[in-house]
């Protein structure tokens, strides 16, 4: 099992070991582009593992802070009380990245920057890079993506 998500075409790719596609999904990666500095709200590139899973069994549009779910759920209401948040939603799947000096350790490291696949309210845009560096997915395409792989699953961002 793999993941690869493609930057320019704002997509995931769910394969199989022997590289065949068995899920295409719509994401949404950083605002500010592809980057692996630490502050730079960029999204990081090259190759990194699923670190930690976060959030089996809750709800959808359940809202997490500082990966733990808040007990809330989100509703439109509550987006408009706080406008322009980036939430985090549903599930966390946390990358680490593969490649020291690049996206691992120092002041690239994606793990302490706390890149992560998560769930977006569903009146945010998929196709179009409107993070703050980590990568968005719908919460139901998040829910099948989280089931379907394991801790250490190999993820590799693509400019």
Known sequence: MKINIYLSSQSLELC???GRVLGSYTVSTSEKGAGEISGSMQTPRGKHVIRAK???GCPENAVFR???PTGEIYTDELGAR???KDWILTRILWLSGCELG???????DTMRRYIYIHGTPESEPMGTPKSHGCIRMRNADLVALFAAVPVG???EIFE
């Open 16 to 18: 199989d070991d022997a």
């Open 54 to 56: 976060i959030g089996e």
């Open 66 to 68: 500082g990966r733990r």
């Open 82 to 84: 706080f406008p322009g």
């Open 102 to 108: 690049y996206n691992r350790l120092g002041n690239c």
């Open 153 to 155: 699953t190999p993820v």
